[in-house]
């Protein structure tokens, strides 16, 4: 019930392509939902978080959809870039017993061809 | 500009040595998470303080893996005795006291261990 399942595992884009990244999860006391951008030998960055009473949240080329009723969000990343190659880690946050808890995915490689 | 920092960033050792990573949070955080990241299992918590209280290492094998922190600027997760199915990064992330969710965390570099 603690589970984000995140699909797929890999991705190739073409630059100037859409890159879309789904998660879902089961646990309705999930309530936030973060991704985060982890380049080789670094540690994950927060990318962008969305809140389950909000169905989409912007910033910049990065969007984040969110639909409660199936319990699903994924992540749009617009006119991608060679730059943008990286792993992108979905996640879900929830208070449990006195302290509060990420749950990630099993992270999306993400390729942006030139 | 602010970071979390770990040392060492790589560590090899044999099976059954002690290993100890360290991780100074951002000042000024007051909570801070160990996560450890491997291909088959990606992230996960291992441990969880805030204002140096442990809140939850119900991730941590309890008999050989240990976490503290002694001060405001140091925490540690002990491994003894380390095993090869140990072999992971370790990662230490810091959140501010100002931060209202628990999601907006800020991540170190890591600790690469081989434990051969």
């Known amino acids: 019930q603690q589970q984000v399942k995140q699909s797929p595992q890999s991705l190739i884009v073409q630059k100037g392509g859409i890159s879309i990244i789904n998660c879902a999860y089961e646990?309705?006391?999930?309530?936030?939902f973060p991704w985060y951008q982890q380049f080789p030998g670094k540690g994950p960055a927060l990318l962008i978080a969305?809140?389950?009473?909000?169905s989409e949240k912007k910033e910049g080329r990065f969007t984040i959809s969110f639909n409660k009723s199936a319990k699903q969000f994924s992540l749009h990343i617009m006119d991608s870039q060679p730059g943008d190659s990286a792993t992108y880690f979905c996640?879900?946050?929830?208070?449990?017993?006195?302290?509060?808890?990420?749950?990630f995915g099993k992270g999306t490689k993400l390729t942006v061809n030139p | 500009d602010a970071r979390v920092t770990q040392t060492p960033r790589h560590k090899v050792t044999e099976m059954g040595q002690e290993v100890t990573m360290r991780c100074q949070p951002i000042?000024?955080?007051?909570?801070v998470f160990w996560y450890r990241q491997t291909m088959m299992q990606g992230l996960e918590l291992l441990a969880y303080?805030?204002?140096?209280?442990?809140?939850?290492d119900s991730g941590m094998p309890k008999d050989r893996f240990s976490a503290e922190m002694p001060d405001a600027t140091l925490a540690t997760l002990k491994i003894q005795p380390s095993e090869p199915r140990d072999s992971a990064v370790y990662f230490c992330?810091?959140?501010?006291?100002?931060?209202?969710?628990?999601?907006?965390?800020?991540f170190g570099p890591g600790t690469r261990l081989t434990v051969t």
């Open positions: 303080f805030r204002n140096r209280a442990p809140l939850d």
């Open positions: 646990n309705t006391a999930f309530d936030y």
């Open positions: 992330a810091s959140g501010s006291p100002r931060s209202i969710n628990s999601y907006e965390q800020y």
């Open positions: 996640a879900a946050s929830m208070k449990a017993g006195g302290s509060e808890k990420l749950v």
């Open positions: 000042l000024g955080h007051n909570t």
């Open positions: 969305i809140r389950p009473d909000v």
